[in-house]
């Protein structure tokens, strides 16, 4: 097939790198290959890039956007908050409104504090922690995501205990013990001296792991049995995975909860959701919660917005989402033991990860097992023939996907997964 014309989208990164470092405000979008491609118009699930190439958008802005680019109750909501003025840093009535809203949708979320990344969120859910048991240490496990801020941005990959980046203060991390992902076993090993667990409570991030059976449950025992805060991030799978997140649909409560995302209907939002004593000392004044921005009007309005839709059609929404990423998985599983290409999906509710190397995975220590070169080079392959996936072969999927979408989609896998019989041209000596 002739390759897409991607010149107006070079050019635009060429020029943009003089003031712009890296080209892009966010490093991971500035790893798209061929090259970062600049989208100018968004409409439902479908993308336009400054070239005129269109795709299929599984990406949606990293998972926030699970009601599309334009959905009509957000867009709508904006609107009307932007006509009272933006009154950025007063208090406002949205606050409550959205607070009072996910105490009737999250099990846990008696009360609520809004940040306004999900970054900042995990960091004021630890400080939360630490307050109120009097300790320092953090239980995180290996290859679960929590922002990047030093203390919690490492380990980022099973057989990587180290910092995820250059220019990270080795000391941020010094109160923090890892564990696998996955290992209910290990919880034997947390005591008296811990402040905090957190956790993925479903580890998309690193590949849409579901977890073991009987691991969260561990995980709760022992932390109950120690007083020990558990917190689920739930940034990904918070409005993903049901009304209630990771936490309603396997039924293990924890004491704090990290949101963000789809939360904010697509507008920057995160925040702290918990039981009422855990939540004592932000509620007294004593810790104290700062941010210009935390609890932003235009953000909580489409926050309200996106969840009101949510609980609304919650009954037929997610069953619909997750039937189709199971449906996505089965097709690409099929195609590859068809043709006995090494690849793989799995899916947790609506995210589908795409793997090539190997034709399945068991736990997230088999992530050494995939070829992330491959893995590239299925989604160049996607990218060429309109479908739009985070470079590492995730996708999520969104309730405009419709029919017509999956349907061009499981063809552009079928072709895609094809590509990879021909060995990768050799780039230079």
Not at 149 to 155: G, P, Q, V, W
Not at 190 to 211: K, M, Q, R, T, Y
Not at 313 to 335: F, G, I, K
Request: charged residues 20%.
């Amino acid at each position: 097939m002739p390759a897409p014309d991607y010149t107006r989208s070079r050019a635009y990164r060429a020029a943009a790198c003089a003031h712009l470092p890296f080209g892009v405000s966010s490093t991971p979008r500035g790893r798209q290959t061929p090259v970062p491609v600049v989208i100018e118009d968004a409409q439902g699930v479908h993308l336009t890039d400054l070239d005129g190439n269109r795709y299929i958008d599984f990406t949606l802005g990293y998972g926030p956007l699970l009601l599309g680019h334009t959905p009509d109750c957000v867009q709508a909501a904006v609107s009307r908050e932007m006509a009272r003025g933006l009154r950025t840093a007063t208090v406002h009535r949205g606050e409550a409104a959205l607070a009072d809203l996910l105490a009737d949708c999250v099990p846990t979320a008696e009360q609520t504090a809004f940040v306004t990344t999900g970054t900042e969120a995990v960091q004021l859910a630890l400080r939360i922690a630490r307050a109120a048991t009097g300790r320092l240490k953090i239980a995180k496990f290996r290859a679960n995501y929590h922002g990047w801020i030093d203390n919690l941005h490492i380990a980022g990959a099973p057989d990587n205990d180290g910092p995820s980046t250059i220019g990270q203060d080795p000391a941020a991390s010094a109160d923090v013990v890892l564990f696998d992902w996955g290992d209910a076993v290990q919880m034997a090993s947390l005591d008296s001296s811990f402040a905090a667990v957190i956790l993925e409570p479903a580890a998309i991030n690193p590949g849409c792991f579901a977890p073991p059976p009987g691991f969260l449950e561990a995980v709760r025992i022992a932390t109950r049995e120690h007083g020990i805060v558990l917190i689920f991030d739930e940034v990904i799978t918070g409005f993903r995975l049901g009304l209630g997140g990771a936490q309603q649909r396997y039924g293990v409560l924890p004491d704090l909860t990290v949101l963000g995302k789809v939360l904010g209907g697509g507008l920057p939002i995160g925040a702290v959701a918990g039981r009422r004593d855990i939540m004592h000392d932000v509620a007294s004044g004593r810790l104290l919660h700062r941010g210009t921005f935390n609890g932003n009007p235009l953000s909580l309005a489409a926050g309200f917005a996106a969840v009101s839709h949510l609980r609304i059609h919650a009954e037929t929404l997610y069953p619909r989402l997750d039937a189709m990423a199971a449906d996505l998985c089965a097709h690409v599983n099929t195609q590859a033991a068809r043709t006995g290409i090494p690849a793989c999906a799995q899916a947790v509710g609506s995210a589908v990860q795409l793997f090539v190397g190997t034709k399945g995975l068991t736990c997230i220590g088999d992530l050494t097992q995939v070829d992330r070169a491959a893995t590239g080079r299925l989604t160049d392959a996607l990218l060429q023939r309109g479908i739009y996936t985070l470079p590492r072969g995730l996708m999520y999927l969104g309730t405009p996907h419709d029919d017509a979408d999956m349907a061009t989609t499981r063809q552009a896998l079928s072709e895609a997964l094809e590509t990879l019989r021909t060995p990768p041209t050799r780039q230079g000596p």
